[in-house]
């Protein structure tokens, strides 16, 4: 059963992976990197249960982490060279 | 406590880095970097004592036997270059204190000094350590601290120059990485002499003959070896002079080192240059450069740049020692390294105190001036005769030995070629002399007499140090020749030693 | 013969891919970032050499069956936070390149030096670039 | 089995489509984004070989500090969306033929990929690390026991090459701006940021404790001094980022940046001395508990751990504030 | 016992359901206000029932907290990454579908 999960976790990575090459614009991108990372937390999880060695699950709460940060980073930082520029009618609509 | 020296030869100059950044006081950084250059020149002076004595010496770090742990390896083939690399710091280190002073701004000059400890630091453990990946991580050490230096030079090309040196120089160390790599896959030990033992049967494996093109091709980055040379004249044309002076001296030739130790002590003559024939490619090349290197120098307007291209010819003449492979190559290699390094040092030392005094050091700046500031141009002429050659300098001396060795093995063409690059240098370095003491110097010189204020004792000092070491190697080579000697037999004897 | 070696083959096209990157590309940052495809392929390939199939962590556990050997992953935790500081580095020159020449693309860069060569030393910030992180500070030099 | 080597294909197929995308990906921002993603493919893949700490280092580093250095350097360097197309194709090709042909060649004396009878594995020193290490050292996770004893002075080098690249940062963009100096502007305060406020208020003390959990829990699990000090760090990056620059330094002054910075070579350099003085070799653990040596070697690494841990928190700090100022202080 | 391994296994498949489904709208929705629809409901839901799924088949108390961490803290972050995406495409002007318009 677990690794039916384990395949279904890879396919929705490569789905996901689509999405982020297709993505017109950047928010798609952001979008498919961040289910992305929510999938390999999920991949890690699964991996440790499948492969015999479930006590590595320190790498799930890392990844998670590191998951938030990116998407925050990435939305703060290129969000906020639009506002600078202006383009989108600054404080709010 | 003689016990500890190699450990103690790379930890004093490490430990002085972090020193020089918490103590921001006004000379401590410098005192630092003076203490870390003295430390490790009596450190190497001590081991060349032990070493003369009792053969080599082997230091387990963290005292766990060989293939386990980490250990330095202290033998005839690498105590020229601790010495050459600790003299060079200690005159760096005395030339440096009025140079820095001019050039750097003052936040910026304990940074400097600890990136000088940390170069300093490197360069001698990649000198010392017996472990290959221990020699990447050394590598990166001296490079990164390489980097950052040159980035704080005056111009804003000095950015520049820095930034196309961490993309060639980290694709380099990449490229010895992987050659790290493929060695561990095929044997599984990262010891030098345990990866010499199990390397002496496998000739024929073709991963161990593409790992060992690949680390040549990772450390010829790292030489300026002719094709991969493209970052060495920014790098040191328009690095601070204190840098310059420095790593003109040490950089290339640790590489060198690191390369000949890879070639005879790690992976064999037999495989290196009987299978792999990298003796032809590495003749090849080195006549390429010593062509394209003295041309070039001759066509530059800026001193530095001069300088720098002409040690992109004289690397040519040390790597066609090098891939000669014999005991009499090797050895007129090692002392072409020395007396390179000293004619080198002394003559970016001398541009960085006319860099302090004029300004620039272009070409047109510096007509006429011979009489103004007869010491250190009078430095400069002989410090030049000595990278053409001339009988009383060191250049003279190593270059015959050079000709003896090629004559020896027959390689006519680059004979041919080194002659026609001696003929070029006289070109570039007469070019010199032509223009400081042969030309009027022009109007604008005249109107500020007040220029040439006092010459700071301590820099002429330096420069003439080195010029004078150039002369007396010239006159009594019998100190580098030893060591040359010592070290050619240390490494073609051994084999796996 | 396949079984055995399409690993090593996939990692090897990583690594051509990040190098052909790093050459080709004439952005700064984009060269940086060829760097890290180039180097990650290495890293992969040194912990590839160490795994045995069916093994697992080099943790000590009871029962816990053949271990995958521990040295490429030392040497390789090296390597990684090796290829950051480079990477800092590398970020570091490539902001204070775009001060001073206010480019970032190789080819602008030549233009730039050509037309004008003796500007104010390294550290005349020509223009100022945007404040990434939401705070303003009194007029920078324009 | 089948699972293992259909997860590894995928990955690598995953992997390599990156790559190329990253590659040909005109827009710089995006190829960022797609350079997060190579990452934490990269760090799955790690997770399959068993290489469970270096998944930990490649994940905090790769996703966490990279990412949101190279989007920093692209906000200052207000890199267009696209990258001019001219591109040097010949020299990239020749240098990828010769480099791929030479690992073409090499790929077919390889041992083959999981082989137990391979060199790596034959060699004695894996008897070491694995078994002889539990007697000397008696920790668990051996990779831990030989990073931070066996081959001390690997950690040693790499610690000085993350306080070189803090230094190069230091002295090329500038310490980082004081805190009043990076007042946020008013509408920087806006409405949309009060849920990212309360969901990062409430994550921090969990962020910086876990940090600490790694740092210590290195010696049984997963973990250690540069997993830890890289967590330490995202951990400040979030909070700089969703609260301003001038609250970030106030929890992070200057001052201990720049203590802490240059501490940590000093603690492990100190400690090797003292070894020596001692009267063992540089680095060596056993002399610092005469009577039962292991007790020594558990001090020394964890002695080596927390000045890592320390050091890298602090340089990665200084380099994320140091740019972020450099967008302000100019 | 064979209750729980009957439990978690369902618990697995939902959560795998959830996943592939997340996938496939975003592939399928025709712009990014539908997709992050899709993204975001799936990815709490589908992490949260493989996380449940996992905890049943646990054999020491130490994974089981690490699974529930991590359920925790994805509970937490993933639906907050989802807001502020969406927040930061409204603020930046992403035009929303209407019925009729062309895929974006």
């Known amino acids: 059963m677990i690794s039916a999960v384990m395949v279904a976790l890879l396919v929705t990575m490569v789905l996901a992976l689509l999405r982020a090459f297709l993505g017109p614009d950047r928010y798609n991108r952001i979008l498919a990197i961040n289910m992305f990372g929510t999938k390999t937390v999920l991949f890690v999880a699964v991996a440790g249960f499948l492969f015999g060695r479930p006590d590595f699950l320190d790498i799930g709460i890392l990844y998670a982490l590191v998951n938030f940060v990116a998407t925050i980073a990435v939305l703060r930082l290129s969000h906020y060279e639009e506002l600078v520029s202006g383009r989108s009618g600054g404080a709010g609509e | 406590m003689t016990a500890q020296l190699p450990a103690l030869q790379v930890a004093i100059p490490l430990a002085c880095a972090p020193l020089c950044v918490l103590f921001r006081v006004r000379f401590v950084p410098w005192l630092l970097f003076v203490v870390a250059a003295v430390g490790s020149l009596v450190c190497a002076a001590l081991l060349a004592g032990r070493v003369a004595s009792e053969g080599t010496v082997r230091y387990a770090m963290g005292d766990w036997r060989a293939p386990a742990g980490i250990e330095f390896v202290v033998s005839a083939f690498n105590t020229p270059v601790l010495l050459l690399v600790s003299l060079a710091a200690t005159v760096t280190a005395g030339y440096a204190r009025r140079s820095v002073a001019a050039e750097i701004e003052p936040r910026r000059r304990r940074l400097l000094y600890a990136c000088l400890c940390l170069t300093l630091a490197g360069l001698l453990g990649l000198a010392v350590t017996g472990d290959v990946f221990n020699a990447f991580v050394f590598l990166e050490i001296s490079s990164l601290a390489t980097y950052t230096m040159i980035a704080m030079g005056q111009h804003r090309r000095a950015l520049l120059a820095a930034f196309r040196y961490v993309v060639i120089g980290t694709v380099g160390a990449v490229f010895v990485l992987i050659g790290i790599g493929l060695a561990y896959a095929v044997t599984g030990t990262l010891n030098m002499a345990d990866l010499a033992e199990r390397l002496a049967e496998g000739h024929d494996n073709r991963a161990l003959q593409a790992a060992v093109v690949f680390v040549f091709v990772g450390l010829a980055v790292k030489m300026a070896v002719f094709p991969l040379h493209a970052w060495l004249p920014g790098a040191y044309a328009e690095a601070p002079s204190v840098v310059s002076t420095f790593i003109a001296a040490t950089g290339t030739k640790v590489a060198v080192y690191v390369f000949c130790r890879f070639a005879f002590t790690v992976f064999g003559a037999a495989l290196v240059f009987g299978v792999l024939r990298i003796d032809r490619i590495g003749l090849a090349l080195a006549a390429l450069a010593m062509l394209v290197g003295s041309a070039a120098a001759c066509f530059q307007q800026d001193l530095r740049y001069l300088l720098a291209w002409s040690s992109v010819a004289q690397i040519g003449y040390i790597l066609a020692g090098v891939s000669l492979a014999t005991a009499s190559g090797v050895s007129a290699a090692y002392l072409h390294l020395i007396n390179h390094a000293v004619t080198k040092a002394a003559l970016f030392a001398a541009a960085g105190l006319l860099v302090m005094q004029l300004g620039s050091v272009r070409l047109s700046a510096l007509a006429g001036l011979g009489r103004r500031m007869p010491w250190t141009f009078a430095a400069i002429v002989v410090a030049g005769l000595g990278l053409v050659g001339v009988p009383p300098t060191a250049g003279f001396v190593s270059k015959w030995a050079l000709v003896t060795a090629l004559v020896e093995r027959g390689m006519w063409p680059v004979l041919v070629a080194m002659l026609a690059s001696s003929l070029l240098a006289l070109v570039y370095v007469g070019r010199i002399i032509e223009v400081v003491w042969f030309r009027e110097p022009p109007a604008s010189a005249e109107l500020e007499p007040t220029q040439s204020p006092a010459t700071p004792a301590s820099m002429v000092a330096a420069i003439w140090f080195l010029v004078l070491l150039t002369v007396y190697f010239g006159i009594d080579p019998t100190f580098p020749g030893g060591l040359a000697d010592a070290a050619a037999s240390a490494l073609l004897g051994s084999g796996g030693e | 013969m396949i079984a055995g070696l399409y690993v090593y083959w996939a990692l090897f096209a990583v690594m051509l891919i990040g190098l052909y990157v790093v050459i080709s590309h004439g952005n700064l940052v984009k060269k940086l970032l060829g760097l890290t495809v180039f180097q990650v392929g290495v890293f992969l390939f040194f912990i590839s050499v160490g795994k045995v199939a069916g093994g697992s962590a080099p943790i000590i556990a009871e029962g816990a069956g053949p271990y995958s050997h521990p040295l490429p992953q030392v040497l390789i935790l090296t390597a990684i936070v090796v290829g950051v500081a480079t990477l800092a580095v590398g970020l570091a020159l490539a902001v204070r390149i775009f001060e001073s020449y206010g480019t970032v693309e190789e080819d602008e860069l030549e233009r730039v030096a050509d037309e004008q060569p003796e500007p104010n030393g390294a550290f005349g910030a020509q223009c100022v670039p945007n404040a990434p992180f939401g705070s303003e500070r009194g007029g920078g030099r324009s | 089995m089948m699972t293992f080597v259909l997860t590894n294909v995928t990955l690598l197929v995953i992997l390599i489509a990156t790559a190329i995308a990253i590659s040909r990906m005109r827009a710089l921002y995006e190829a960022t984004m797609l350079g997060a993603l190579f990452s934490l493919v990269t760090a799955s893949l790690f997770v399959l070989l068993d290489a469970v700490d270096v998944a930990f280092t490649e994940a905090a580093v790769g996703v966490g500090i990279s990412t949101v250095l190279l989007l920093g350097v692209l906000a200052l360097t207000r890199s267009r969306e696209a990258v001019t197309p001219r591109r040097r194709h010949l020299p990239a090709l020749i240098a990828v033929l010769l480099a791929g042909g030479a690992l073409g060649y090499a790929s077919q004396d390889l041992p083959a990929f999981g082989a137990a009878d391979s060199p790596v594995f034959s060699h004695p020193i894996t008897g070491t690390y694995l078994h002889q290490s539990q007697e000397d050292i008696g920790i668990p996770n051996t990779v831990t026991a030989v990073l931070a004893s066996y081959r001390g002075l690997d950690t040693l080098g790499e610690l000085v090459v993350v306080f070189t690249a803090g230094l190069a940062v230091l002295s090329l963009v500038g310490p980082p701006a004081r805190p009043e100096e990076t007042m946020p502007r008013a509408d920087f305060h806006l409405a949309d940021y009060r849920i990212i406020r309360i969901i990062s208020g409430i994550l921090m003390p969990f962020i910086l404790l876990f940090a600490l959990y790694v740092l210590f829990h290195g010696e049984y699990g997963p973990g250690g001094g540069f997993q830890a000090g890289v967590i330490f760090a995202a951990g400040f990056v979030l909070y700089g980022l969703v609260f301003g620059l001038d609250k970030a330094q106030r929890v992070v002054p200057r001052v201990a940046l720049r203590i802490l910075v240059s501490l940590g070579p000093l603690v492990f350099i100190g400690l090797g001395l003292a070894t020596m003085l001692l009267g063992g070799q540089f680095l060596d653990f056993d002399v610092l508990d005469p009577n039962h040596p292991e007790e020594g070697q558990h001090l020394g690494i964890l002695l080596v751990e927390t000045a890592i841990g320390f050091t890298v928190a602090a340089v990665m700090t200084t380099v994320f504030f140091s740019f972020a100022s450099r967008g302000v202080s100019r | ?104």
């Open chain 5, 1 to 104: 016992m064979i209750v729980v391994d009957v439990m978690s296994g369902v618990l697995l498949g939902a959560g795998a359901l959830f996943a592939l489904s997340g996938g496939a709208g975003l592939l399928r929705f025709p712009d990014f206000y539908t997709r992050i629809h899709a993204a975001g409901v799936t990815d709490t839901a589908g992490a949260g029932l493989i996380l449940l799924g996992l905890m049943l088949q646990v054999s020491s108390w130490e994974t089981g907290v690490r699974l529930l961490i991590i359920l925790l803290f994805l509970a937490m972050t993933s639906p907050t990454a989802a807001h502020v995406l969406a927040h930061a495409a409204r603020r930046d002007g992403v035009p929303v579908w209407r019925e009729g318009d062309e895929r974006r």
